[in-house]
């Protein structure tokens, strides 16, 4: 009787979906004590969904204020053809006043990744959306140059975007403007010989750079790609961005790679009329394919 020849069957494959976005982070230290967490919102889910939450009328005794703020997340598979699961965060806040400093309109913090169904793990990026209205330091009008394109397109091949030539080469760019000691991370972070950042989470390694190329010149401050020294107030990083990919075991088996890019529309280092660190505006994306 002749043999049945083996049929050679593609695994099925699987996502994770996972997102976060919040309105407002951190812990104000002078004049008051007080840490902050508002409208968090996460998606960790085979399943996708959707999820909302909104906070309206905010003051922190006269400190930090916004009249409404609202982020969401969101994961779904793509009913286009040839396309794969796309993941959404967004973070918005309105009139926005930070120690009468710093104040906007409007701010949208905005990413979206989509991994494809075939050809490997790595997800293209957007940050479609992402945007500051009015925003003014002092009374005066900021104008910035803005590249949401920072990341370019997904990298041939599966490749990383950690290791991809010319999203490192315009990393590298930005980067030259900023004195060391402005790019220097807080304690818990290090980086390595190749610029690179890596953080207590282990088999984790990132890339910082920012959706901001340049700021205009305003009297009350000194700007430095993204950055801006603000004497009196602080430092200020405007629309930073996380690149970077984590390496986990489930259940004892193989390491794999999850990629995820986080967005931070302000990374404020507080000094002398307030002290603290207060992170406004915080989308992430970081969906997860197996096998």
């Not at 407002?24 to 230290?29: A, K, T, V």
């Not at 998606?43 to 905010?58: C, E, I, V």
């Amino acid at each position: 009787m002749a043999t049945m020849p083996k049929v050679h069957q593609t695994p099925a494959k699987f996502h994770d979906f996972h997102a976060e976005a919040t309105a407002l982070r951190g812990e104000l230290e002078l004049p008051v004590s007080q840490k902050i967490h508002l409208a968090p919102v996460t998606l960790n889910d085979k399943n996708g969904g959707h999820f909302f939450q909104r906070t309206d009328n905010y003051n922190l005794e006269g400190l930090i204020s916004f009249k409404s703020g609202y982020t969401h997340v969101s994961g779904n598979v793509s009913k286009k053809e040839n396309h794969g699961w796309v993941t959404l965060a967004t973070s918005v806040v309105e009139d926005l006043n930070i120690l009468d400093v710093i104040t906007a309109d409007r701010v949208i913090a905005q990413v979206s990744t989509e991994h494809p169904f075939y050809h490997g793990h790595v997800p293209s990026v957007t940050f479609l959306g992402t945007n500051f209205e009015n925003l003014r330091i002092g009374g005066y009008e900021v104008k910035l140059d803005l590249d949401l394109g920072i990341c370019g397109n997904k990298p041939a091949d599966d490749v990383s975007y950690l290791d991809d030539p010319e999203f490192r080469a315009r990393v590298q760019e930005q980067q030259a403007v900023i004195p060391e000691p402005l790019r220097a991370q807080d304690n818990k972070e290090n980086k390595n010989k190749d610029g690179e950042r890596t953080t207590p989470i282990a088999d984790c390694k990132s890339i910082k750079c920012s959706l901001i190329n340049s700021i205009s010149k305003i009297p009350v401050a000194e700007s430095f790609g993204n950055v801006l020294e603000i004497p009196g107030f602080g430092v200020v990083s405007l629309a930073t961005v996380e690149v970077g990919v984590k390496v986990s075991r489930e259940n004892g088996g193989p390491p794999e790679k999850s990629n995820y890019f986080t967005l931070n529309m302000f990374e404020m280092r507080l000094g002398c009329i307030g002290e603290g660190q207060v992170t406004a505006l915080t989308v992430a994306a970081n969906g997860h394919t197996r096998p």
